[in-house]
């Protein structure tokens, strides 16, 4: 690899850059940020955002916004949880999807075929959907009557081959989607539509029909990580996913993907929700006072991004871009 | 979403009003409002809504008018002028925000409407004007629940090295710093060997407080005991320890007993907690109201009782229902 190859490849990878300073500067502050056991716990704890924010990349790369999604993960924890109870896990699982594939089905109708700007709809629905499951399950915490009778604990507790379940559904939903967004048909025409919609639309795509696809695979991340949720606990507050959607979307735009649309990756996004992951984490470990934690994590964040873009243009300030 | 919200809000306005003003007319009962939080955001608050009620529908002397905020200041302040309007004898009020709602409330002084601050006080700048707080005394659970942690290790023998972690709750809301304040206070004066290591908020959330727990468990080798600021972050810890394979050591003492953490002590996972009912909560508050009405003498602060609860005297207590 000649010198220019090695610059072009790290002006890529500039927020991969930004994890490895992190992740060597909290390994320095605290020798068990290494440790297997914390890289599994951490990993695993991220997996419920990490899963959102893969599903929320589809949205965003189409040039839209998903903000329902945490209130939305609430509503299928709670929705999962209860009719465990009710109709066993078996049936219970699927109907939890078909009820949040409904949800994401109305927020892509209102985007993609009536055209509403995204912020208002899936901002609307956030409430709506808070409301919902308020309604749901009466104001109330639900819990699985039987923790010990249950196999359902296995998304959310299990391992297989010595790894957690919920990191291995998290990296095989991201190899799905991730060949999904890069090698598929489907996958370009969302770069497309999010690129520049007028476009794709004379270039034959169907622009409606791939943002209403795009918030029907949201939601369906959604469902999962309600299954990974409420596995983890075999119990829920009504309120476990409330401003998640703030995370999850710093996650995704994190990676890299832009809010105008066109751009990002799913492989960028789990990099995104691992900083995240990490810097929480770490900063628990180096023990630092609680109140100074929010300042930091947002410092870190910003330089991650800033990182990101000076990595991008050569150099750390531009009076251009 | 707005537009719906102040649409809802104008016409149930002008219905309360319009009630209010016929209701007023009447000689009756004495009228008491009340503006809540938050029902329905937890099991507690829907449950002392439903206790409120029950408590004014069993006495013929009074009449309420029982309001939610929804969590949010504006609509609280709004409901307050509301009361206000209507002439109510008294109000009373779940703050939303100690310090946002002082205005209303010195509002309602004027009118002289005497007002009841219930469960989370209002900041010290408004108790000029306000006649009486019924509530949980937060730093009694928080001394409370060192007792029954040091009770505990004396029991085990282990209270000259037992270390402490503490899962505070959401960090700048008043329970929390005072649940914490009365724990971190009382501890090194009944187990001065006792060391509390270290403290992290876990927001009132389970998903959050077994995080940190993990952290926690990474951090340290050797710890002896959870203090969490509600049972549900208590078994949120005991969740991480339990999959850690690290629970059997380990004495966890929450407060506010949910029946998770209920269940949790049942199965002898879970030591002991602050039993804090919501029905007490919400009929103390209409008690201390009335009492005022019929001009009794009250202290300014009226805690009801929260008692200890362990898996020793748990048999005493119904299992909660929230």
């Known amino acids: 690899m000649s010198r220019a190859d090695i610059g072009r490849f790290l002006a890529r990878q500039g927020i991969l850059i930004a ?14 940020f290494l440790s297997p056991d914390n890289i599994l716990g951490v990993v695993r704890s991220s997996a419920i955002l990490g899963v959102m924010a893969l599903g929320v990349t589809f949205v965003v790369i189409s040039g839209h916004l998903d903000l329902s999604v945490g209130s939305m993960m609430s509503f299928s924890t709670i929705v999962v949880l209860d009719l465990h109870d009710k109709i066993g896990p078996v049936l219970a699982i699927p109907a939890m999807f078909a009820m949040t594939l409904c949800l994401g089905a109305f927020n892509g109708f209102l985007v993609g075929y009536l055209k509403l700007n995204s912020l208002i709809v899936t901002l609307g629905m956030l409430s709506a959907i808070h409301g919902l499951t308020l309604t749901y399950s009466g104001g109330k915490n639900l819990d699985i009557a039987d923790k010990d009778g249950t196999w359902f604990d296995i998304f959310g507790q299990g391992t297989a081959l010595g790894i957690p379940v919920p990191i291995l559904m998290f990296l095989g939903i991201a190899a799905l989607l991730g060949i999904v967004l890069a090698k598929t ?87 995104g929700v691992l900083i995240l992951g990490f810097i929480q984490n770490g900063l628990l470990l180096v023990g630092l006072d609680f109140y100074v934690q929010y300042v930091v994590t947002w410092v870190i964040i910003i330089l991650a991004v800033w990182l990101d873009i000076a990595a991008k243009r050569g150099r750390l300030w531009s009076s251009i871009a | ?145 060192a007792e029954i942690m040091c009770d505990r290790f004396k029991a085990l023998g ?74 549900n972050m208590g078994v949120g810890a005991l969740n991480a320890a339990l999959a850690a394979g690290r629970a059997e050591g380990i004495t966890f003492v929450g407060a506010t007993n949910f029946a998770v953490g209920y269940e949790a002590m049942e199965k002898g996972e879970y030591w002991g907690s602050i039993y804090q009912s919501p029905v007490d909560d919400a009929e103390a508050a209409l008690q201390t109201a009335i009492d005022l009405l019929n001009g009794e003498e009250l202290p300014f602060l009226n805690y009801f009782d929260t008692p200890k609860i362990t898996q020793d005297n748990m048999g005493d207590f119904t299992k909660p229902v929230f």
């Open chain 1, 19 to 32: 994890f490895a300073l992190f992740i060597i500067g909290f390994t320095i502050a605290n020798g068990r």
């Open chain 1, 185 to 271: 048909p489907f996958g370009r025409k969302v770069y497309a539509v999010g690129g520049n919609g007028t476009a794709a639309t004379f270039s034959g795509i169907r622009r409606a029909h791939t943002v209403f696809i795009c918030y029907m695979i949201s939601s369906g991340c959604v469902a999962i990580a309600g299954v990974i949720q409420a596995s983890r606990s075999l119990g829920s507050q009504n309120t476990v996913g409330q401003g998640l959607e703030l995370d999850v979307l710093a996650a995704v735009i994190l990676g890299g993907a832009s809010l105008l649309g066109g751009s990002g990756t799913i492989f960028k996004t789990v990099i």
């Open chain 2, 1 to 145: 979403m707005r537009l719906a919200t102040i649409l809802t809000a104008s016409v149930a306005s002008i219905a309360i009003v319009a009630a209010g003003a016929a209701f007023a007319e009447a000689h009756g009962p004495k009228r008491i409002g009340i503006t809540q939080n938050n029902v329905g955001v937890d099991s507690y608050q829907t449950t002392y809504e439903q206790a409120f009620i029950a408590a004014a529908e069993a006495n013929a002397d009074v009449e309420v008018v029982v309001l939610d905020a929804g969590g949010d200041v504006a609509r609280q302040i709004a409901q307050i002028e509301d009361l206000i309007q209507q002439e109510v004898d008294a109000i009373i009020i779940w703050p939303t925000n100690g310090e946002a709602v002082i205005p209303a409330v010195r509002k309602a002084s004027q009118a002289e409407i005497p007002v009841v601050v219930t469960n989370s006080n209002i900041a010290e700048a408004g108790f000029d004007f306000v006649s009486s707080f019924s509530g949980p005394d937060n730093i009694t659970q928080g001394s409370r629940a």
């Open chain 2, 158 to 231: 282990s209270e000259n090295e037992a270390r402490v972690v503490q899962i505070s709750g959401q960090p700048g809301y008043t329970t929390a710093i005072e649940r914490a304040k009365g724990f971190e206070d009382h501890l090194p004066e009944v187990c001065p060997n006792v060391t509390l290591v270290e403290t992290q908020p876990g927001d009132w959330n389970r998903e959050k407080s077994q995080q940190v727990m993990e952290a926690f468990l990474v951090k340290y080798d050797d710890i002896d005991g959870v203090y969490a600021g509600d049972d």
